[in-house]
């Protein structure tokens, strides 16, 4: 470029490696992408310039050559790419597309897991979730920040009055919507909650984990709001789960724990037992972040395979489509296998597990309302709830609302 005087074009070049030399330097990981991604095919361009340059001074072999191993590399680079890539969770976005179809207009909707896409899969339903640009309203600072959740049981009942519907994932072991709210539509993916109609927003709460016994002084508490305001108590009990311990789980060597989970970089297979108090169909549910397909079996049976199964981030552990199997009760062996390589897209992606647990299909795996008058509050001493409210009694008020 310079023997032809191409000063404007060679200028232009020198500014693209200066631009990506700074942007690399002082950028963050997102900056480094886009720059490898605008810049790329200037390089190539610019090597193949190198390559007419050959075959103009004669050397057509030598040009023949150097093209081949040039596009040799590009083609090596895409493979690679195509590999590790994390292709997006289609499955799981047709289905969010499919709610905003069905509920069109019902917003506003408060959307409570981390997915910067829903606000695109769900843009007829008003929705509000966490990280978005504007942060639901009245429920700043429950959604525990960047690649966060929001936390149904942290916030104020009252502040949820402005969203008629509440979409949620389908896990077993996160927190249900207040009582105000029952479950309309569950898919494999996702719940959606409705408020009753007319239904009162608790006037008086108390969360807990679910793990251990409520004290009866914290329920005595709740009781006496709910008496002066002549309501009931209402309390969510935990669904009933079986954990595994990963942490006694006999694991390939490859596999290396990483804070509180696990990362598969190699093919291998995670082996572990488990017992299970009664026989019934049993829901076997992983979390993590698995782009190529594991296998899952019990007892040497098949349960079934995941894959493509990521979400918004990998702090936060994505709930995967949970397997069904029927099981006796007592002692069982699982296994999770990751496979060899292949040619599929993905199957180098991220494969992390950070938990398995079993639920009872169907209701089991649901976390069940327990009313009772405010007088009686003792009876919900010495259980397990995963909050419990006071929810005052249904005046002119709250009817006509």
Known sequence: MLRSRRYALAGWLVLIVATCFVLTRLG???????????????????????????????????AVALATVLAGGVLASD????????????ARYHELASLDARFAGRGPTLFTDFDEYALYQLRDLDIAGPDFLYP?????????????????????????????????RRDPTAVRPPSAYRLLWQGTYYQVWTRRPGA???????????????????????????AAHHGTLVAASPAEVVRINLAAAH????????????????AGQLETTFRIPRVGVWNVWLQGEIMPSVQVRVDGRPAGSIGDQVAGDLVVPD??????????????????????????????????????????AGAGERQQLLTTTAAQWHHLCGHRYLWVEAVPGRSKRYRQG
């Open 200 to 226: 009162p927003p608790a006037v008086a709460r108390f969360a807990s984990l679910g793990r251990t016994a409520v004290r009866c002084s914290r329920v005595r508490a709740v009781a006496r709001v709910a």
């Open 136 to 168: 639901p309203v009245g429920l700043v600072g429950i959604d525990g920040g960047h690649g966060g959740q929001i936390e149904l049981s942290h916030g104020r009942a009252a502040a949820l009055r402005a969203y008629p519907l509440i979409i949620t």
């Open 319 to 360: 709930t995967m489509t949970p397997l069904p199997i029927l099981l006796s009760a007592g002692r069982h062996r699982l296994t999770v296998t990751r496979t060899g390589f292949n040619l599929a897209p993905g199957n180098g992606g991220s494969a992390v597990l950070s938990a398995i647990f079993l639920t009872p």
């Open 28 to 62: 963050a990981v997102w900056a480094d992408a886009k720059t490898l991604m605008m810049s790329s095919p200037v390089f190539v361009l610019l090597a193949f310039g190198g390559v007419a340059a050959v075959r103009g001074a004669g050397r057509r072999l030598a």
């Open 251 to 266: 694991l390939p060597a490859g596999w290396k724990p990483e804070a509180t989970w696990y990362l598969m970089s190699t």
């Open 79 to 90: 493979v690679v790419q195509y590999h590790d890539t994390d292709l997006a969770p289609t």
